[in-house]
T-cell receptor, first 114, second 112 residues
């Protein structure tokens, strides 16, 4: 597609449920990034993929968060046993390759935990 | 953690006036970028300035970078109602991280 696509655009779920967020990057972009935007913390970098590999997972907030990327394209961010503090907008971005700027962002998934 | 700090946090001006936003950062950088975010949308890249550049222009945008003070400014000239949005500075290269480090943003309101 022409831009980064994220789904769903909105997700409301009960505390304790698992959620899966999807990101489809710009075709040909090998680098993919996940960020979280919340009122209290602003924009935080979570994890980065070069191809299917995520060299550093230390930015993930807890071990309930995981991410994968397959085929060098679509990525999913999974949050297990959701907590209310997980409520935020999750943004995905892609760039041509590692270290190449700018990053192109999707419109995000607004996650609300009841 | 937030490296960049923008000021002001909020700015309201009349259409046609110029808007200036400032950003400070803490670590060394490869480049600094400014992004715009409209309500409920993702971030749109506006302009990138490299660490060896001091000033850059793009249309009605002018960005300056002072690496000795670890600060940058974004000037929007002849503002329009459509410029109403939040503006964020973002840095990379700090600490060798692969992700961008964003400031808290300036919310700009252009009064028609």
């Amino acid at each position: 597609g022409a831009g980064v696509s994220q789904s769903p655009s909105n997700k409301v779920t009960e505390k304790g449920k698992d959620v899966e967020l999807r990101c489809d990057p710009i075709s040909g972009h090998t680098a993919l990034y996940w960020y979280r935007q919340s009122l209290g913390q602003g924009l935080e970098f979570l994890i980065y993929f070069q191809g299917n590999s995520a060299p550093d997972k230390s930015g993930l907030p807890s071990d309930r968060f995981s991410a994968e990327r397959t085929g060098g394209s679509v990525s999913t961010l999974t949050i297990q046993r959701t907590q209310q503090e997980d409520s935020a907008v999750y943004l995905c971005a892609s760039s041509l390759r590692r270290g190449y700027q700018p990053q192109h962002f999707g419109d995000g998934t607004r996650l609300s935990i009841l | 953690s937030q490296q960049g700090e923008e000021d002001p946090q909020a700015l309201s001006i009349q259409e046609g006036e110029n808007a200036t936003m400032n950003c400070s950062y803490k670590t060394s950088i490869n480049n600094l970028q400014w992004y715009r975010q409209n309500s409920g949308r993702g971030l749109v890249h506006l302009i990138l300035i490299r660490s060896n550049e001091r000033e850059k222009h793009s249309g009605r945008l002018r960005v300056t970078l002072d690496t000795s003070k670890k600060s940058s400014s974004l000037l929007i000239t002849a503002s329009r109602a459509a410029d109403t949005a939040s503006y964020f500075c973002a840095t990379d290269g700090g600490g060798g991280a692969d992700g961008l480090t964003f400031g808290k943003g300036t919310h700009l309101i252009i009064q028609p």
